[in-house]
């Protein structure tokens, strides 16, 4: 048994010097955030917490962080060796104490089965990594930069005076003071009106300056995060950008990454579409992208059990068009496609609990209609009112809300006096099994699929994941095969009372395959 902090860090170590770690391991990281998912998960903290010790900080050894900070490896064994014993000794005592925590939290069978293997596919993912084709990059940095100039000017000429459109001060200043677009803008606690995306989106309905301000906000945003930053990010060694999957950091279950950020790449509008178009396969090779088929809905219909959704899955129907005919009580081929669009918005709008208001918002309809329509919805789906019931009982009963695979989400304000504190944490109870579930699923999919590559010895690469969507380098001879493996073990990850769908596509880059 292999035991560590933070294993993948040494997993990538070793594999750059040809080291592969085999067999059982576990990681104390990991297993403090099966068992508490919303708490720190770093050895200093887990020592105090557990072992009421207090760890050397390695600040003592190479200072605080900046530009003067040494680095480990210009100290001499005489300066480290305290520092990296208490490493081995405190991550060993915490394994001993954090394995009896799982056993008690019945958490075994997720940190054993899942996380852990997940462990050593996400350090192989990193060591892939991506190519990026940045001659698409600049032609995108200089067509966004264009854009932004163009609508910079269409704002001046609304606003009838230049302002510094990336200061939210000026911005709320023009916007409500000067314009007065609304009757009661928002403000902060120190006067300042607030203008953030939300609030914006909210109000853009009033003067079409807040729609430019809001695409300005957004080519900004792509550029600084993703356009100008991705070349930057690529590794001199290997020509490519190796994002950094964080295991640890969701309450959820689900994974989040960095340096970049590939989860937050907006994927609905045209210009989020451009930076995906900048993703490649390697040399010679096809992008396979693969991802799960409306897989929130599908685990609704699972744990609610509801027989009217189960059965609109299991008879292969778009379910949106499905739920609209049972809410307008019409034929399924004679459904419009606004009643589609309202149908779609109250499925996933129901997942996260959303109220009468915020569904009248979303769809720009009265609060009458969206009432209607809820209630509408309910009784089309009745389990599904039954499961969401039974969601907030649960949590108000245990404190938590697990996911299929035995996930908790702590719910510590599940039983507020404040109805806003308390309708946020009933939200959560309801749609953390389902995100959660999901999370667990793809995770699933990732370690079989691994392991079937392995096993075959395949020479195509497994280099992406974002939400339920995973994406290969494929080797243009395994098309085939590597096509019927993945689709075979994302679908087959778990068996439910619905069928596990999975799409895909190929292509020269990842815009075109998915």
Known sequence: MKVGQNMKYDIIVLANYGVEVKGPMFDTMIAHYVLQPELYHSMDYMAETYLNYETIKIESLIGERGKNQRNMRDLTAAQIYEYACEDADVTLKLKNILAEELKKADCEKLFYEIEMPLMPVLAYM?????????????????????????????????????FNISSPKQVG????????????????????????????AQVQHKHPIVKYILQHRGL?????????????????????????????????????????????????????????????????????????????????????????????????????????AKIYKKPIEEVTKDERRKAKVANFGIIY???????????????????????????????????????????????????????????????????????????????????????????????????????????????LQVHDELNFSIVAEERDRMQQLVIEEMQNAIAMSVPLTADYGWGANWLEAH
Do not use: W
């Open 126 to 162: 990193e060591r892939n990594g991506a190519r990026v084709n940045t001659a698409s990059l600049k032609e995108t940095s200089t067509l966004f930069t264009g854009r932004m100039h163009e609508i910079e000017e269409k704002i001046y000429e609304l606003a009838g005076e230049h």
């Open 173 to 200: 200043d023009i916007l409500f003071g000067r314009m007065k677009i609304v009757e009661k803008p928002k403000k902060t606690k120190t006067g300042q009106y607030v203008t953030s995306e939300e609030v914006l």
């Open 220 to 324: 900004k945003k792509l550029l600084s995060t993703y356009v100008d930053a991705l070349p930057e990010l690529i590794n001199s060694r290997t020509g490519k950008i190796h994002t950094s999957y964080n295991q640890t950091v969701t309450a959820t279950g689900r994974l989040s990454s960095s340096n970049p950020n590939l989860q937050n790449i907006p994927i609905r509008d045209e210009d989020g579409k451009e930076v995906r178009k900048a993703f490649i396969p390697e040399e010679g090779e096809l992008f396979l992208s693969a991802d799960y088929s409306q897989i929130e809905l599908r685990i609704m219909a699972h744990l609610s059990g509801d027989k009217n959704m189960i059965n609109d899955f299991v008879s292969g129907h778009d379910i949106h068009a499905a739920t609209a």
């Open 353 to 463: 609990g959303i109220s009468v208001f915020g569904l009248a918002e979303r769809m720009n309809v009265d609060r009458r209609e969206a009432k209607e329509l809820i209630d509408n919805y309910f009784a089309t789906y009745p389990d599904i009112c039954a499961y969401i019931e039974r969601c907030k009982e649960e949590a108000r009963a245990n404190g938590y809300v697990t996911t299929i695979f035995g996930r908790k989400r702590f719910l510590p304000d599940i039983n507020s006096r404040n109805a806003v504190v308390r309708g946020y944490a009933e939200r959560n109870a309801v749609n953390a099994p389902i995100q959660g579930s999901a999370a667990d699923i793809i995770k699933v999919a990732m370690i079989n699929i691994y392991r079937r590559m392995k096993a075959e010895n395949v020479r195509s690469t497994m280099i």
